[in-house]
Each structure stands twice: as structure tokens, then as C-alpha cells.
């Protein structure tokens, strides 16, 4: 019992100096919807039917990023560069209610409104980096879902790191979310280049800071 004890007590030591330890923040990390797992799940079937992705392969089951889409965000990193650890671009599954408003912040009823989103962001988790493009069904929504992305993505989504600026464009049928550590990246120089780099002007933008 002396034993267990002991155990039990080096595991609570180990979890509260989690994350260095960071207590003084008071920022609470956002959980992702499935915690360890960097990739939307597949949404489960209803009643006992058996779930077609089950036997195919993680490449097959994925979601395939819009062309368009990531091509926009290519060009806006040549243009202006982002040095992050495994930087990735990959396709935002609207159909997954969890993942979709984890990475846009959109609920089902704007997530309707969006043909199609990607998500740009570094695969280790612990870099406070997000980029979201999305192409609007209807140019009249665009607003709208900017608004939401500026108002529910959480800028404390991940464990233990926090963005300290978020802005958010809408051009023509394309919405652009970008939020930063500005020890990471300059969240407003991205968004600055983005008119040169992909030949848009701002029909609309808008800007936060996270709350101290």
C-alpha cells in the first residue's frame, strides 16, 4: 500500500509541472476534439451499419485538400514566408461537426455556407500557428463567416501555447483567418501581404488581440 501510494503521488507531482509548469497563465488550453490525434475522424455511421472508410487506407479516408485553396496559400508563403516545424496544409472535413468548428469556429449552420476550407498549421502541436482559407458558396455569406471565425476560434486551442493576435479578410468568395504568437510570426505583416501576393483587395477585415 506504501508502495502504491508512493506511485500515486509521483504521478500527481509529474501533472502539475506539466507544460513547465506553466500555472500563472489564465488561459485554459482548448482541448482538440479527439486529444493526441492530429487528423478529423471519420464520423460514425448510425445504426449498425458498418462504416465504408474502416478498411481504407489513412490517404484514402482523408479528406483531399482544395487545389485552389492550397495553391492561395503556397503563393502567400512565398511571397511571405512562415519558418515553422512541420508546417502543414491540410483540408478542413466540413462534414465533421467537432473538427470543423475546432479549426473555423463555424457551427453547422455557417459550416453549410462553405464549399470548401483548408487549414495551415504546424503537425507538432505546440507552436501557436493558424491559418484557415475558405471559399464561401454565396459572396453575401463571406462577412458572416469572418465574423464567426474572428469570434469562435479559440486562440488558446492548444496545449500550453497561445496566440496573441488574430485577424480575419473576406475577398470575393474567399474568407482568410490568420492568428500568431508574434514570437512565432507577425500575424498583421501576413495579412498585409496577402493583396500583393494573391492579387485581392479586402472587401472586409477585422482584428483582435487575445485577453490578458
Known amino acids: 500500500m506504501k508502495k502504491t501510494w508512493?506511485?500515486?503521488?509521483?504521478?500527481?507531482a509529474l501533472a502539475l509541472t506539466a507544460c513547465g509548469g506553466a500555472s500563472s497563465s489564465s488561459a485554459q488550453a482548448t482541448p482538440t476534439p479527439l486529444p493526441g490525434m492530429d487528423e478529423p475522424a471519420t464520423p460514425p455511421e448510425s445504426g449498425d451499419a458498418v462504416d465504408p472508410g474502416m478498411d481504407a487506407t489513412p490517404e484514402e479516408s482523408a479528406p483531399v485538400a482544395d487545389e485552389e485553396l492550397s495553391g492561395m496559400v503556397d503563393t502567400l508563403y512565398a511571397a511571405y514566408p512562415v519558418d515553422l516545424m512541420m508546417l502543414t496544409t491540410s483540408a478542413v472535413d466540413l462534414t465533421n461537426a467537432d473538427w470543423c468548428q475546432y479549426h473555423t469556429g463555424l457551427d453547422a449552420e455557417l459550416a453549410a455556407k462553405v464549399d470548401a476550407a483548408v487549414v495551415s498549421e504546424s503537425m507538432t502541436g505546440s507552436q501557436a500557428y493558424s491559418l484557415v482559407l475558405a471559399r464561401v458558396k454565396d459572396e453575401a455569406d463571406a462577412q458572416a463567416v469572418a465574423d464567426a471565425m474572428l469570434e469562435n476560434i479559440q486562440m488558446n486551442k492548444w496545449v500550453c501555447v497561445m496566440a496573441d493576435k488574430a485577424r480575419v479578410a473576406a475577398f470575393g468568395d474567399k474568407v482568410l483567418f490568420v492568428m500568431s504568437s508574434s514570437e512565432l510570426t507577425d500575424a498583421d505583416a501576413l495579412m498585409d501581404?496577402?493583396?500583393?501576393?494573391?492579387?485581392?483587395?479586402?472587401?472586409?477585415?477585422?482584428s483582435k488581440d487575445a485577453a490578458v
Open 6 to 12: 508512493i506511485c500515486l503521488s509521483l504521478l500527481a
Open 193 to 206: 501581404a496577402v493583396p500583393g501576393a494573391l492579387g485581392v483587395t479586402f472587401d472586409y477585415e477585422n
